[in-house]
């Protein structure tokens, strides 16, 4: 399948790359890993006159923690997620996460901002952020704006990013102690969409009681989804069997899946509802020091 | 729409030329080199045939344009041979029968090469992993984990 025609720009500087997205107005697109936009464009269900490609900007790259965040540069490629030590030890939840988006090849090149910002719901990172609490800092003629992760997904392949906007960075609160998370999905084979997958995050106090929760749906709704009755029933409460089961239930009734090849409604709330327990007793377990 | 000026080493040989902006590697390497032994299999970055090395990583080069290749290294099959011997994951295919019909093996040789250069000495579930971006539709995947093997004890 051959893409259709477009004129490729090759931006050196980030603000090379706004000027140029500014005066290419709605024709144009980002070209980052690629490996959803190119696909995209071989089935003409995208056909951009124009690619900005911001492969050769420097210093969007990094992995690091600074001033009570992780900081994640937008082209982060997700095989770099996958191998990063200070990931693998502290965010388990993003490793996770990394790990299990597409293929090796496509994680070579797919980049963590990419992931976010083509906004699709099926995508593995936006519920992983959700249940982070994560930000994303855009970058744009009058320079950078920071917004919230609940505020930036808009519906399917929709989100706050304006098109003469570039994502730079996702930020994520260093966890308090006792923090735990984990993301789970359950997928037809390797390199296939989630039938559905969860992230959940939780802190817990020192007697053992849940204070803070976060849980992320992917590919049960337009956007991911965040169970937040199912957070509420958790905070301030010990997470037992009893406990988890009930915000399991609470994640499947808030998503809002759709049936399709991957599965019936109701085979899919089903997912949700055992994903979430499973992704909850594994945060549990990590936030006190287990794997 | 206008062409772009590219220059990008295929198999230690610099090749330079000029291109549409929407030339895919592999069509590049296909049919403006002329190297065919990188397949076209699935063409929607699904089934790993067109897998090459770009700059050290496995990539599918059905979902790379030519021109993000510039100025970078590819590796495709026909450079995995030096000076007529087979290099051992090809060597490994042949003596542990990692192959029935050969469409898959280009990718599978490929992505394996890329996975020994980062990890010399994997488990049996490592190289499955290393492999799951590829399809093969014949042999059930036991031979090629073992040619794979193969090579590792070689290299």
Redesign the interface.
């Known amino acids: 399948m051959i893409p259709g025609t477009f004129e490729y720009h090759k931006p050196s500087t980030l603000d090379e790359a706004v000027a140029l997205l500014a005066s290419l107005g709605d024709d144009a697109k980002v070209l980052s890993g690629g490996q959803s936009l190119i696909p995209m464009m071989k089935f003409r269900l995208a056909e951009p006159a124009n690619l900005v490609d911001i492969n050769g900007l420097e210093g969007l790259d990094y992995i690091r923690e600074a001033d009570g965040y992780l900081t994640i540069g937008a082209l982060t490629r997700e095989a770099e997620l996958d191998r990063s030590d200070l990931i693998k030890s502290k965010y388990p939840i993003i490793h996770d996460t990394a790990h299990v988006i597409a293929d090796p090849q496509v994680r070579n090149l797919a980049t963590i901002g990419g992931n976010l910002a083509h906004g699709d719901p099926a995508n593995d990172h936006p519920a992983t952020m959700v249940a982070l609490g994560a930000e994303v800092v855009v970058f744009g003629p009058n320079g950078s704006r920071t917004i919230g992760i609940d505020d930036f997904f808009l519906g399917p392949l929709a989100t706050a990013l304006k098109a003469n906007e570039i994502l730079t960075e996702i930020r994520i609160p260093v966890p308090p102690a006792n923090s735990g998370g984990a993301y789970i999905k359950f997928e037809r084979k390797v390199g296939d969409f989630a039938i559905a997958a969860v992230a959940a995050t939780v802190t817990l106090d020192g007697s053992g009681k849940c204070v803070k929760a976060g849980i992320g749906l992917t590919n049960v709704g337009p956007t991911p989804v965040r169970a937040k009755a199912a957070e509420e029933a958790l905070i301030g409460n010990p997470l037992t069997d009893d406990n988890i089961a009930t915000a399991g239930r609470l994640a499947s009734e808030a998503s809002q899946p759709v049936g399709d090849q991957r599965g019936s409604e109701e085979y899919k709330r089903a997912v949700v509802e055992v994903l979430t327990k499973r992704a909850l007793h594994k945060a549990k377990a990590r936030a006190e020091g287990g794997k | 729409?206008?062409t772009?000026s590219i220059s990008i080493k295929v198999n230690g040989v610099e090749q330079t030329g000029e291109v549409?902006?929407?030339l895919?590697l592999v069509?590049f390497i296909r049919e403006d080199l002329g190297l065919t032994g990188t397949h076209i299999g699935c063409?929607?970055?699904?089934c790993?045939a067109c897998?090459v090395i770009l700059d050290g990583?496995?990539?599918?080069s059905?979902?790379?344009?030519t021109?993000?290749a510039s100025g970078k290294e590819v590796l495709t099959i026909e450079g995995m041979t030096t000076n007529g011997e087979l290099h051992p994951l090809q060597a490994g295919f042949m003596e542990e029968h990692g192959l029935q019909c050969g469409f898959c093996t280009p990718g599978m040789i490929m992505?394996s090469h890329?996975?020994l250069q980062e990890n010399s000495n994997p488990t049996e579930e490592e190289i499955r992993?290393?492999i799951?971006?590829n399809l093969c539709r014949c042999t059930g995947y036991v031979n090629i984990v073992k040619a794979v093997q193969y090579a590792a004890n070689k290299i």
């Not at chain 2, 990583?57 to 599918?60: E, P, R, T």
């Not at chain 2, 059905?62 to 344009?65: A, K, N, R």
């Open positions: 729409m206008g772009q549409e902006p929407r895919l069509h063409d929607t970055t699904h790993g897998t990583q496995a990539v599918k059905c979902t790379v344009f021109v993000q992505v890329a996975l992993f290393g799951s971006g």
